[in-house]
């Protein structure tokens, strides 16, 4: 889908992926888990929409950019922006890496990407593109936390995705899995949804 499309469905509010806050495993697991990263560190958002997780990684003590590719989703999470919790809000073109360096997003500049419904956005023909940006920004021995909704229904976005597919392309551009399964604490309406921590080999 392109840009104009996605802005499409934010003014029209045809946007059934939102929750209006975190993906509740997400904030189980940054919030709990005992692998789960600590701050600080610059983290990605890609696809960030309204910004529910950049502002929880920021609330929790990250430095945090959240991009996407919709004028409209970033006008959003700027209205939803909080007194103290800050970020920086970028529209960029996760498939596009010239884009991404000009802007500050250089090779091994992050310690760490929070995915959730931005892979399941993308063309799956375009998954191999996504993995290799992820790949390229994270710094050795950086991490990927990740929310993948692993359903097998045709079409899409949202795309569904097998597990070992997910875990597949993340190995082929440096991760490897610290945690890789069924997620805690989903909403009964994101059926097969798995959680993941890689960690960027060195
Ligand atoms: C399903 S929404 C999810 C938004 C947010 N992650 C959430 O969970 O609420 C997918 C988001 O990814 C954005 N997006 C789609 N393709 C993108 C791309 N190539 N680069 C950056 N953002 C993209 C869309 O504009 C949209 O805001």
Not at 17 to 26: K, M, T, V, Y
Not at 82 to 96: A, K
């Amino acid at each position: 889908m392109t840009a104009t499309a996605w802005d499409q469905r934010y003014l029209e509010g045809r946007d059934g992926w939102e929750l209006g806050q975190a993906a509740p495993p997400l904030q189980q697991f940054l919030n709990e888990h005992p692998l789960s990263p600590k701050p600080p560190g610059r983290v990605l958002v890609p696809g960030c929409g309204r910004g529910h997780e950049a502002r929880l990684l920021a609330g929790l003590g990250f430095s945090v950019t959240g991009i996407d590719i919709s004028t409209e989703a970033l006008r959003e999470a700027r209205r939803l922006d909080q007194p103290g919790v800050s970020c920086q809000w970028l529209q960029l073109d996760v498939l596009d890496p010239v884009a991404l360096n000009k802007e500050g997003l250089a090779a091994a500049s992050m310690i760490g990407v929070v995915e959730h419904t931005c892979f399941c956005a993308i063309d799956p023909a375009r998954r191999g593109a996504y993995a290799r940006s992820m790949g390229t920004l994270v710094a050795p021995g950086g991490w990927f936390l990740g929310l993948f909704w692993c359903h097998s229904r045709s079409g899409g976005p949202p795309f569904g995705s097998q597990p070992e597919q997910v875990n597949g392309l993340l190995e082929s551009v440096g991760f490897e899995a610290a945690v890789w399964g069924p997620a805690q604490g989903g909403l009964p309406s994101r059926d097969n949804e798995w959680l993941g921590l890689w960690r960027r080999r060195s």
